[in-house]
């Protein structure tokens, strides 16, 4: 299989997760968000990441479609590692969180700081390419706040974020998480219960080649694949 | 089973159709988008519509966990009237077609209308009611351009659209459409295609619900409900 993604794509993270827990061997192949190229818009009409080409070579575009197709194909064979639960209500609070953070999350604040602070400084000015917007940098950042208080409180009041176990809501939290991380954007202090779940997340096998990811625009921040921090 | 809905939510009538297809009993609760009730935020913290409680109880938030719910719990006892197809990666394509239509043409257009159009009416000023604003309709009105061409295109090469038999996809993709058509926003005639696969999806019974929909703030085009249109 082979994964078209962007390392600061949260999404395209959050699936290269799922594939890395459940050991499937893939090819990763690198697209720029903004390059709206003929062949990458034959496999993905939306111009979208992630997309997942299957062994039979069919497109699956999207994270409802692939983290559904990886668990129907591989997940389903995985007995306790499975991270879907085997209750219908239980998986559906998994994907109400799924949810939330590749798409909500990442409108009120992911996508609008990756596209200021990286994508910008590589995208031509005709794509959108210039100078970062404060304004919507700003907006950005209050709403990491409010979301960053609603995360400390799932990881306070339960294990995972979606009850005792480990499940796909968890990597999908830890993928976006680990974007804004990267960029320094988390305001870990005020915290601390999201920290200790971020820290027991990030330190899993799976997670290790997202904490080597490095883009040439921007530096992490020194904490950035620190398992003890 | 209690379904929160406000009718001219493209995403409400799409779970209103699946149900209305595989006869499930349930109870609709009218709730406006714009009222952040803590009752109704309690159960869904993200505010937004639809939200289905089910029989324990328990709140299933927005189409990705309910349309999923449904399958798990009604559609997979359907046989040949199931939604769903049996293949993960027909499957596969059924969700991007969900994700196209509930998230992607809601944010390009529909959800915009809607509000200008309708919304905006009922809600008090201090919510972000008042006059519209056309620059973001006339966006919008471009994108629902775009948008038809393109299912324009999927109903001329496909008898339904994600294939051969009718699934999740024609819904969601019919549901949308409905919302735009009653306020007289789809430019049916450069989608000659779109148009005869609608005119066949909103025939069925499972619609005529959505077809006897009113709203005070504005009274819907005239063949909104002419099943020959």
Chains 1, 2 share one sequence.
């Not at 990441?49 to 575009?61: H, K, N, Y």
């Not at 999350?105 to 959108?128: H, I, S, W, Y």
């Not at 939290?173 to 990267?182: H, R, T």
Request: neutral net charge; hydrophobic residues 40%.
């Amino acid at each position: 299989m082979q994964l078209y993604h962007h390392p600061m794509s949260a999404n395209s993270r959050f699936i290269r997760l799922l594939l890395g827990e459940y050991g499937v061997e893939y090819d990763l192949i690198h697209q720029n968000p903004w390059d709206r190229e003929a062949e990458f818009m034959k496999l993905n009409p939306a111009g979208t990441l992630p997309v997942l080409v299957s062994e039979s070579g069919a497109a699956i575009c999207g994270i409802y479609a692939i983290c559904e197709y990886i668990d129907e194909t591989r997940g389903t064979m995985m007995r306790e590692r499975r991270l879907m639960p085997d209750y219908p209500l239980d998986r559906a609070e998994v994907r109400r969180l799924i949810d939330w953070f590749c798409v909500r999350l990442d409108q009120d604040a992911t996508k609008t700081l990756v596209r200021e602070r990286v994508f910008k400084l590589d995208m031509p000015r005709t794509n959108g390419g210039g100078a970062p917007d404060s304004a919507a940098m700003r907006a950005a950042r209050g709403n990491v706040k409010q979301h960053m208080r609603y995360l400390n409180w799932l990881a306070g009041s339960r294990n995972c974020l979606s009850g005792k176990s480990l499940t796909a809501a968890d990597i999908a939290a830890a993928a976006s998480i680990s974007v804004l991380d990267y960029m320094g954007e988390v305001p870990w202090a005020d915290s601390p219960q999201a920290a200790e779940w971020y820290q027991r997340v990030k330190s899993r096998p799976a997670f290790r080649p997202i904490l080597e990811d490095r883009i040439r625009a921007l530096t992490p921040v020194s904490h950035y694949a620190d398992l003890d921090f």
